[in-house]
């Protein structure tokens, strides 16, 4: 079993749905994905392993404007694993 958390900002969804959550900066959103999006819960799925390892092409990372946006700088953190 496999899966995608959301970790960023302690992982709050917000009102604007579609898989964004919150970030520290009021009016701005994170979503992330990579064949599936990182949830909080995570989004598990089924692995038929065929090697000892997993093959990670990268991911999206995007920011959404959610409402009025207030100036700020993010807090650098992880965002999901």
């Known amino acids: 079993m496999l899966?995608?958390?959301m970790r960023y900002n302690n992982a709050t969804?917000?009102?604007y749905g579609n898989?964004?959550?919150n970030t520290n900066i009021s009016g701005i959103?994170?979503?992330f994905s990579s064949?599936?999006?990182f949830e909080n819960p995570s989004?598990?799925?089924s692995y038929n392993a065929q090697t000892s390892y997993v093959d990670w092409y990268g991911g999206n990372i995007?920011?959404?404007?959610?409402?009025q946006v207030s100036s700020g700088a993010l807090t650098p953190e992880r965002s999901g694993w």
């Not at 995007?62 to 409402?67: A, D, H, I, K, P």
């Open 13 to 15: 969804l917000s009102s």
């Open 29 to 31: 959103g994170i979503r």
């Open 35 to 37: 064949n599936a999006y």
């Open 3 to 5: 899966g995608f958390s």
């Open 19 to 21: 898989h964004v959550y």
């Open 62 to 67: 995007q920011l959404v404007v959610t409402g």
């Open 43 to 45: 989004n598990t799925f």
